[in-house]
């Protein structure tokens, strides 16, 4: 029983500098910075649905419209 002890002060050590970090871990507040990245992708794939579905006059009107 006696060997058991520095075993558990090791857990239990590591376990208070775990608990301690989660709590000191910066909480991140306000919008993703992801959300305008996956807003611009998305309205991308709209605008290639669009001219994948468009009938063939409008196909040339909108790829003449894209930005270089």
Not at 21 to 38: K, V
């Amino acid at each position: 029983m006696g060997s058991l002890w520095p075993v558990f002060g090791i857990i239990l050590f590591v376990w208070l500098m775990t608990r301690h970090r989660r709590q000191a871990a910066p909480r991140l507040e306000g919008p993703d910075p992801r959300d305008e990245q996956i807003a611009r992708l998305s309205e991308r794939v709209r605008a290639l649905e669009r001219i994948l579905t468009d009938k063939d006059w409008q196909l040339r009107r909108d790829i003449d419209g894209l930005d270089p």
